[in-house]
């Protein structure tokens, strides 16, 4: 009689060997290639009484159409629209833009430089240098690009009132100098 060895794990405490075969005849009978017709009849009846069922699709409304009209009206991006408005006042501070420009008022002040002075008799001239030219200025002259006029020239500097438009579209004055900028040659 052949000896029948069994694993391990098949040693479980209080389950026979052959309890355990047999568990195993019949799980591995059920994989079997039969034909299952006891299964496959249950199928059928199990199925009898079942029918598929679809709700219908809801119905698609037209929405609502709308005529756009906002195309007459400001482009909200527009600078017009983000710029503060400018107020035309008829009185205050304000340039005179009909007066005949003189040729310092193309060059922005921080580009300029007072090199001298020079005196005949009371009045006092500055000596403005623009690029490579030289200019020479007194009171009442003009300078700069925002409407500045000379107010005062003394050894050391020139006194300059300009004008300056804000942000909501008023003139208001500033006092600018310009000092004397010594040269190393």
């Not at 629209?81 to 501070?93: A, F, Q, V, W």
């Not at 005062?152 to 909501?168: F, G, N």
Request: hydrophobic residues 35%; aromatic residues 6%; charged residues 25%.
């Amino acid at each position: 009689m052949a000896h029948l060895r069994t694993a391990a794990w098949c040693r479980l405490p209080n389950m026979p060997v052959a309890l355990l075969l047999a568990a195993l005849a019949i799980s591995l009978g059920a994989c079997g290639s039969g034909d299952n017709q006891d299964l496959k009849d249950w199928m059928r009846e199990a199925a009898k009484g079942m029918k598929g069922k679809i709700s219908p699709l809801p119905e698609v409304r037209p929405s609502p159409t709308a005529d756009y009209e906002a195309g007459n009206l400001v482009d909200p991006f527009n600078a017009v629209k983000i710029e503060p408005d400018k107020k035309s006042r008829g009185g205050g501070l304000q340039p005179d833009m009909n007066r005949r420009r003189e040729p310092l008022e193309s060059f922005p002040l921080e580009s300029l430089k007072m090199v001298g002075t020079l005196s005949q008799g009371s009045a006092n001239y500055a000596l403005i240098q623009a690029d490579k030219s030289l200019y020479q200025v007194r009171v009442g002259n003009y300078m700069g690009q925002n409407f500045g006029v000379i107010t005062h020239v003394s050894d050391s500097e020139v006194t300059l009132k300009e004008l300056v438009e804000d942000a909501t579209g008023d003139w208001t004055d500033r006092v600018s100098t310009l000092q004397l900028q010594e040269t190393g040659k």
